[in-house]
Structure formats: structure tokens, C-alpha cells
């Protein structure tokens, strides 16, 4: 009984492990930032439409997805951050994709329509404890973040310098649930993906540049990240993975960019 | 008379085979979790693992301490039940005793109703509801806290509090409840001196039911209790070992992840525990 546990157990892992690596059939895998995953799945849903390959996405986190590319499981890793000096050196390539912009959000009672890099730095320090500090109603600020492993947080930390710095009221995990959060309480302050911001909340502008598709592709919007597609350097992807590359960054893929909520660069 | 032998054979090996993958199946989860936890704990140190104050495994230097998690899920059950055990348990005595078949067949189906809820709709409506409904009562800047997690656990376990102690007061002898009357005592007096005492094993069982579902939810507790790593205080934003478990499994790499299975191997151990404890009492009780 034991052995047959094991051998199915065994079975399905080795099964799950060859599932990413797939290059011999026309398919393409990703492998990635879970922030990605809108813009990713509709380029890979328009890819198939034209070639009939196979597109996969594995929604695991940058780090992971940049692992994946080193170890050779999936084709193009993905990830939301620029690549560090340690992982180029590995010899990693990134190319942008795209460039996302974190919208600061506020509630909607809220008057305080800018701020500048600097003053959401101190908030979020918990430095300017209090909206009347920065022109707004008396209240105590609350901060509402994301866990520690999300993207979008590392994006906006690095972005306003608080790394290890930040004193979070609330560590969501999830843009909906921090937008749902913040749409709750007229003192919190949070931060999401631009792409998923509504009508419930505030976007403020940031030393008076509103965060808008112009604003963040000619870079006078501060607080934005890359959408990067990582793959080895001086290894030749596969045909069908080459192809997916070059739609991806072509000009013929800027709309679907574009309604995936991000700034093509292409 | 020998195929039925045969057949009877066979059905006993089914059932055997059955039993066995249960088995088989909280053997691998152990061995998994002893496996993949043990790491970790061994290259924090169990000391700075358990009594650690700090948990920050994404900063350059990382920190692994998860007493935090551990006084917050001890906390947060404990309020829960302070709520809801009291509350679970006078409905039952109401419900099994005085209530007339009407209410109780109405009661029953609501609080039926209130088991198959999905804990994410409890975190949603905790979310959009009560953690305003705390920041506006209180007077504080956001009402994701502890006690909003307290308050949505309590609520959560008083189904099955309520469930098991019905069963338990319905099962007592008529006889006992009586003879009790007859000796003149009114209704109350029999209820609680004679109807709980003989439930108590089956009402016992009901609150370690509720402590098992207080302390392994996470969803629910993850979106009302603001999930931050701090030490609990009634009003400040918290993490359960659940919420830290599951709020890092979807990034975390390398010793972060490793923790995290070290978290799971921790409340595991944590429900054994508990689970033998009361165990342990309630037999010790019947004798």
C-alpha cells in the first residue's frame, strides 16, 4: 500500500516537474511574477490565437520565476523588478516589456490630492503620524501595505527608499483587498498595481504628476517598476519561444499591453 | 455459504484499504512537515525560532522570531471561545430544552446554515463590516485587530459548539431530568444541575471542536486582523501562525519558505497538543 503511495506520489512530481520544461512540442513557457499575470495571460491568449502553440504561465513570484529561467524549467521568466548586478552576472538577460505604474491611493473623503516622493516616504516610516501634517484633515494615518514577498511592495519600497522601514497598520495580500481596505477607512493611505485602482478610492498625484499612462511611460511619474521578460543570455530560446519573445515586444503587441492596465515600451 | 465468505473477505479488505489511506495520509503530512520544518529550525535555532519577537525574513537582515504568531493564534482562540462558548452554550441548553420544536427546528436550520458559510465570505463580511464597525466604536485608526479576529472566529465555532452540544443534551435520559422534576426542582435547576452534568463529555467535545477550528482558520482571520507581525494587543493589527503561513507560501523562497514549513510544523504540533490535552482530561473525567 505504502509502495504504491509512493510510486503515484513520485509519479505526479516527476509528472509536475517535466510540465514547465516542455520545449520539444510547439509550446511556450512563463514563468513569474504574479503582478504579470493580467498582461501575460492576454499576450499568451493572443499568441495562441495566431500560432496555435501552446502558451503556459506558472504565477510564482519574480524570484522564483527568475530561479526558473537559471534552472531551465520554463522558457522566459518574468519579473517585476529590474534584474539585480548578482543575477546578470549569472548570466541573465532582461528585457522590458512594459512599465507599470503603483498608484498611492487614499479614501475618497480624503482632500489631500498630492504628495511628494518624499512625504509618502515619511508616511509610510510612520514619520508624519498625522494627515493634518501634509494639509489634510486631522486623523492618524494608516498605512495599509502588502505582505513581505510581494512584488508591488519591494516595487514601492525600493521606489520611495523605506525598505525594512515601512510600519504597516495592515500587510494585505492581495491590490483588491488594499483597495477594499483603504475604500473602508477615510484615514488609511495604501498602495496598489495603477491597473487595478477604481473608483472607490483616490489616486493622488505625486510632486503634481497624476499617475496616467503619459505621466509613467515619460518617466515624470515617479513611482513606477518594469515589467521584465528574463531569459538567458547567449542560449537561443526555441522557435516557438523566439516567436512569443518577439510578438511580445513588438509594436503589434502595445494594445493588448495597454488594456492589460500597463505601459508598453515598444 | 463459501462466495458469501468471499464477498464478506473482500469487503473487509476494502474497508481495511480505506482505513489505511487515512492513515497512510496523516503519516506522509507528518513525515512531510517534520521533514521540511526541521531545516529551518536548525539553522535559526529553536530558541530564536520560538521566542524570537521579530519576524522580518524579507529585510537584508533577516529575522526569524514567531512568538508573535504563536501568542497571537494562543490569544485569538482563547477570545474566541471566551465569546462564543458562552454564547454556544446557553443556546443549546435553549435550544435542546425550552424551545418549542418549532423554533428549535427553525434555530437549528440557521446555525446548520451558518456551519456551511465559506470562511472567506466570514473575512469579507468582517472586512467591509466590522473593522469599520471597531475603528467607529472604539475611537482608533483602523479596526483591523485582534479582537476583530476574535470576534469573527467566535462566530465561526459557535456552529459547531452549538451542533455537538445539542446532541449531547438531547441524549440524556429522560428518566434523569424526572426524577429531578419530581423531587421539585423547577426547570432550570434541572437543566443545569442535571441535564449539563450528564452532557458534559458531548459539550466538552463541542469546545474542542471550536478550539480546532479557531486555531487552523486563516482566510477568515487574514483579512479582519490586519495581518501585521506584531505582538498582540487587543487592538493592534496581528498575524496568526495560519495568516503567516499562508500569506508567504505564494513569493517566498530559500529560508523564508523553509520557515514558513516550520510555522506549519510548529501549529501542527500546536493542535496535537491541545487535542491530547483535552483529551486526556475528558477520559480522566469519565472515570
Known sequence: ?266 | MKSNKVFERAVHGIFLILGLVTVACVLLITVYLVISGIPAILEIGLLDFLFGMIWDPAASNPQYGILPFILSSIYGTVGSLVIGVPVGFFTAVYLSKKASPKVKEWMGAAVSLLAGIPSVVYGLVGMMVLVPGIREVFHLPDGASLLAAMIVLAIMILPSIIKVSITALDAVPKEYEDASLALGATPEETWFRVSVPAAKSGIATAVVLGVGRAIGEAMAVMMVSGNVANMPKLFESVRFLTTAVSSGMGYADGLYREALFSIALVLFLFIMLINATLNFFLKGEKK
Open chain 1, 1 to 266: 500500500m505504502k509502495k504504491l503511495i509512493c510510486m503515484i506520489l513520485t509519479l505526479a512530481m516527476a509528472l509536475s516537474l517535466t510540465a514547465c520544461g516542455g520545449t520539444e512540442t510547439a509550446s511556450v513557457s512563463t514563468d513569474g511574477s504574479t503582478s504579470m499575470q493580467k498582461v501575460i495571460n492576454a499576450l499568451g491568449e493572443a499568441f495562441m490565437e495566431d500560432t496555435g502553440a501552446n502558451f503556459t504561465y506558472n504565477a510564482t513570484g519574480s524570484g522564483t520565476g527568475i530561479k526558473a529561467v537559471k534552472d531551465g524549467t520554463c522558457d522566459i521568466g518574468l519579473s517585476s523588478r529590474y534584474l539585480k548586478d548578482s543575477e546578470k552576472a549569472e548570466g541573465l538577460k532582461e528585457t522590458i516589456l512594459a512599465i507599470d505604474g503603483i498608484a498611492i491611493i487614499v479614501h475618497t473623503d480624503n482632500s489631500v490630492a498630492d504628495l511628494t516622493l518624499q512625504q509618502i516616504s515619511a508616511i509610510f516610516k510612520g514619520e508624519i503620524p498625522n494627515w493634518s501634517e501634509v494639509g489634510g484633515k486631522d486623523g492618524e494615518i494608516v498605512c495599509i501595505g502588502r505582505e513581505e514577498s510581494s512584488g508591488t511592495r519591494d516595487g514601492f519600497e525600493s521606489i520611495t527608499d523605506t525598505e525594512d522601514a515601512c510600519v504597516y497598520r495592515q500587510e494585505l495580500t492581495s491590490n483588491g483587498a488594499v483597495l477594499t481596505a483603504v475604500a473602508e477607512n477615510p484615514n488609511a493611505i495604501g498602495y496598489v498595481s495603477l491597473s487595478s485602482v477604481k473608483d472607490t478610492v483616490n489616486a493622488i498625484s505625486v510632486s503634481g504628476v497624476a499617475p496616467s499612462e503619459a505621466t509613467i511611460k515619460d518617466g515624470s511619474y515617479a513611482v513606477q517598476r518594469p515589467f521584465v521578460l528574463v531569459t538567458k543570455e547567449g542560449v537561443a530560446l526555441s522557435e516557438t519561444a523566439q516567436a512569443f519573445f518577439d510578438f511580445a515586444t513588438s509594436p503589434a503587441a502595445n494594445e493588448i499591453i495597454r488594456a492589460a492596465g500597463v505601459v508598453p515600451v515598444n
